[in-house]
């Protein structure tokens, strides 16, 4: 799977800061449940590239084990969200969509094409008519903009 989906999220992330936020904030904060070498290895290309496009952001990574991050999730999206998280799609990540815990990121596809790259991974994304995440190049999960955005 292509790491644009991935890219495509934390660039619209970093983005969506505006003017006044990059001056202060200079860091994309990025957490996944990838501490498995091969789903660990998908998401470091797109973070690699992702810094070689903006190379006046920094990036910090957040790996989580798979087990931990079920109960991190709850607490960093409520306390101190980061910028893009990693969650599975459909139903697992409803009750973060309906406590208004994942900003939707319809503009990602929409900017990128991915309506027709993604287009089986689109109804997976998609509650209440919006989607909340994109595939990332990891075996199941998605990236979508934590509400800080």
């Not at 789903?39 to 470091?44: E, N």
């Not at 900003?103 to 509650?127: C, F, H, K, R």
């Amino acid at each position: 799977m292509t790491s644009k989906p991935f890219l495509a999220v934390a660039a619209t992330a970093a983005l969506s800061w505006g003017t006044a936020t990059l001056a202060q904030q200079r860091t994309l904060v990025v957490n996944t449940d990838t501490s498995d070498p091969a789903p660990k290895q998908a998401i470091q290309e797109p973070i690699d590239g992702f810094k070689a496009l903006h190379p006046d952001i920094d990036v910090t990574w957040n790996v989580f084990d798979h087990e931990g991050y079920k109960t991190s999730i709850r607490n960093f999206l409520t306390a101190d969200p980061p910028d893009v998280a990693a969650w599975y799609a459909g139903n697992r990540m409803a009750p973060y969509v309906e406590a208004g815990l994942f900003e939707p990121v319809d503009d990602v596809w929409q900017e990128n094409g991915l309506d027709e790259q993604m287009a089986s991974a689109a109804s997976a994304m998609t509650l209440d008519g919006r989607k909340w995440g994109a595939p990332t190049p990891s075996t199941s999960g998605a990236s979508t903009r934590g509400r800080t955005c």
